[in-house]
């Protein structure tokens, strides 16, 4: 029997933009295989739990096929520490489950709530890149159903080129069913974190250069609105995972308890233009103040260390209706410096706030379409307000460009095709992978399209 799908208006996490398409529900593997069978769509893509900021997985004209239903844990083996489950888990389940039992992520964005198979698929990465890379490093292997109907087994050593054209491959090369990860062993369930202010860009550099190895992870807040002698001004949140030893003395008998935090919802969609200038510039004085100049030896709770904005459930709803982009360049150190300077300014000088900031320092990483590169990466949420803002963009997409740089796929909106290949300089090895596993582009997505990865037709 066919699957059934019903038609939907459907958005990412950032509520923009808005894609009119066939939304599938399958709940069998079987469904998967006679869906390419059928060819009933002209094209397909997968999707996990929607947080993705952009249109990586939208589909107009085709059908999104969610694989949540696919969760299931399928073993663990205690002693190399390596967990095999179906794609459509969450990282909160893997969190919920095994790091009571001593095990923790190797890598985990700022999100608990995304998909194994997504987090693949964007080959994400964390505040420990620098020493750590991304998560396709701690992937093993994975099962992948491709076009033909065929399920693929893929490693570093068994079909490589395929292992790496899926990983950051945005769902491109076909379903991702299963998922082999190893975890982290840790002892205790929290973080020692140093937290230091820096006056402006040029010492937020250049403490991460002189400091951020001496951290597995470390991230900097940045206020996007400061100007002047201020600009790039930070608050550095380093740290690592406290071994039981370390704790304070109270802690000590349950080192592995999982954090309990009160969850609240945004019950409805904010009006439009909440988050402006005048907001974020007094919400950036206040966040940078109430941090000391330096704190070191905080003891924190993983929870409130890299999923703060997890406890504020639908928090997209905050910017309105119109939504937000997220906007994320990676640039190479050489010319990180000069780029973000001029970032900074442009956003600053046409008064384009972002709530959220972060830069990061990146270390080397694998991966045809990986984003990731030695360097910095500049993390801003930005409404979405219009033309105007949207042609700013596209004048940093073009510093970004000329300084080497790239823009993530995992969470763009609104990248123009022009700067994909310069972006990306081994897109015709991943091109020459994905004809061979899907040559009638059986799998696209909006974004796939608009960018240039698969044909606009």
Known sequence: ????????????????????????????????????GERRYAALIGRGYGRSYGDAALNAGGAVVEQT?????????????????EAGLRLKEILETFAPRGWFLPVTPGTKHVSLGGALACDIHGKNHHCDASFSSYVEWFELLTADGRIRRCSKAEQPDLFWATAGGMGLTGFILTVALKLRRIETT????????????????????????????AVCWIDCLATGKRLGRSVLMRGDHLAAAEL??????????????????????????????????????????QHPKARSGAVVDFDSYFYPLDAVLEWNRVYGRRGFIQYQPALPLETSRATLIKLLERLSQAKIASFLAVLKRFGP?????????????????????????????????????????????????RLKPRHLEAMYPRLPEWRRIKQAVDPEGIFSSDLSRRVGLTPAS
């Open 365 to 413: 990483q694998e991966g045809l379409l990986s984003f990731p590169m030695p360097g910095y990466t500049l993390a801003l949420d930005i409404p979405m307000t219009g033309a105007r803002m949207l042609a700013v963009l596209d004048e940093l997409d073009e510093l970004v460009a000329q300084a080497g740089g790239r823009i993530y796929l995992g969470k763009d909106a």
């Open 1 to 36: 029997m066919s699957l059934r799908g019903r038609s939907v208006q459907l958005a990412s996490w950032g509520r923009f933009p808005v894609t009119p398409t066939e939304l599938l529900r399958p709940a069998r593997q079987d469904d998967l295989l006679s869906l390419l």
């Open 69 to 85: 239903r696919f969760d299931r844990l399928l073993a663990f083996d205690e002693s190399a520490g390596v967990l095999v489950a």
């Open 190 to 217: 929290y973080i020692g974190v140093d937290y230091a202010r820096t006056r402006d860009l040029d010492e937020t550099i250049e403490r991460c250069e002189a400091e951020d190895h001496r951290y597995r992870y």
């Open 248 to 289: 304070p003395a109270q802690l000590r008998k349950h080192p592995l308890t999982l954090p309990r935090k009160r969850e609240v919802t945004v019950p409805f969609s904010f009006p439009n233009g909440v988050i402006n200038p005048l907001t974020v510039r007094a919400f950036n004085t206040a966040f940078y103040y």
